[in-house]
């Protein structure tokens, strides 16, 4: 899975060319770094500071006239601390003293040796957000990564009798938890959205929310966990349903209905058999389609009868699945998600429903 764009390297540099070609080679290999602006020499701005983290030089060193006009620029004020980086055509020993008269920062070379210019380009021009963006994307990945191995234990290995641990689980939850403080719920959704397996998907989404949830409503860790933990479990028997019914690119019939609604019964059951698990999880994984008016499955659960945390992962399970996009129904819209869930009335707890707004509108 690829990462959220806004993760991306944002560094802007700024590449002054007086070649024929634009310096479209190294403007390409420079872009893996970041966002390259090209201008003629003549085009260097007047106040490079505030726009470009540096500047690289590929200019014919050899003309008076080119070195002329970007020493007129580099020399002043404007560009006093901006790194620049000079290009040296092969070996020219007057390029290079040029190049360092103007004050580089450091040179580089033709024929270009991609990963080596890159590498400097990093060394050389400053990014602050850098060592950030990369812990971030750190985080979430270490957290989509935890996630995801338990999403490959429940839906691959449990149905063929390999055991799901609640250590197996519990693993996962402090790589999320980070994942998603680090970065946003937005972040998360993005990168575990592009799963191919929907049920993977659909289950990575709820963990976000739920804990995007739990964190939004600044519940101590252990909750958050307790969160997260539900959020990876609650469709646990959904291992047990067929993969013609799960995948079925279309409505599902009444029979087929049936049969996925056997999802909580059967995911509990796995987990009571399995053992080591709290009576709060078997409670989620049974309880989580249950609703406050007593119309929900599989007990018919009235009111009180649902507990807190299993009202929250009823909100955001069908929260998730109504923003989902799915084989036979379209993404609802943010807005149309709450506005469905708001018709719903009596069957959800309204309090609930409106903490996680922000976290569902913010997604
Ligand atoms: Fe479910
Ligand atoms: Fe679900």
Not at 299 to 305: C, E, M, R, T, Y
Request: hydrophobic share 40%; with cysteine; proline share 4%.
């Amino acid at each position: 899975m690829s990462l959220a764009d806004d993760l991306r390297p944002r560094r802007k540099v700024l590449l002054a060319s007086d070649r024929q070609d634009g310096s479209q080679e190294l403007a390409q290999i420079l872009s893996v770094v970041g966002d390259v602006s090209i201008v003629p020499t003549a085009g260097l701005p007047d106040h490079p500071q505030n726009q470009f983290n540096g500047v690289v030089v590929d200019i014919d060193l050899r003309s008076t006239a080119a070195v002329q006009l970007v020493r007129r620029k580099l020399t002043g004020k404007a560009y006093e601390n901006l790194p620049r980086l000079f290009v040296l055509s092969g070996s020219l020993h007057h390029g290079a003293t040029q190049a360092w008269a103007l004050g580089a920062t450091d040179t580089i070379q033709r024929p270009f040796d991609a990963s080596s210019i890159q590498k400097r380009l990093r060394a050389v021009l400053p990014d602050g957000d850098e060592d950030e963006r990369e812990a971030k994307r750190e985080a979430l990945n270490n957290g989509v990564s935890a996630a995801h191995k338990v999403m490959v234990k429940i839906f691959s290995k449990l149905p063929f009798g390999n055991p799901l641990t609640l250590q197996d689980v519990m693993e996962a939850e402090g790589p999320i938890l980070k994942a998603i403080k680090r970065t946003s719920i937005k972040d998360w959704l993005i990168t575990v959205g592009r799963h191919h397996n929907h049920t993977y998907r659909h289950c990575l989404f709820v963990t976000g929310f739920a804990v995007a949830f739990a964190q939004h409503l600044g519940m101590r860790e252990e909750d958050q966990r307790r969160l997260a933990r539900a959020g990876l479990l609650h469709d646990v028997g959904k291992a047990f349903i067929p993969l013609s019914i799960l995948d079925k690119p279309g409505q599902l019939d009444d029979a087929e209905m049936a049969a996925i609604r056997k999802h909580t019964r059967l995911g509990h059951d796995a987990l009571v058999a399995q053992g080591g698990y709290p009576r709060e999880m078997l409670d989620v994984v049974l309880h989580h389609h249950e609703l406050l008016d007593g119309s929900g499955y599989p007990d018919g659960l009235h009111g009180d009868q649902i507990a807190d945390i299993v009202r929250m992962m009823t909100i955001v399970d069908i929260y998730s699945a109504l923003v989902e996009e799915r084989a036979y129904k379209r993404a609802f819209s943010r807005i149309e998600a709450f506005s469905i869930m708001e018709g719903m009335g009596g069957k959800l707890d309204k309090h609930l429903v409106q903490a996680f707004r922000p976290v569902g509108m913010g997604s």
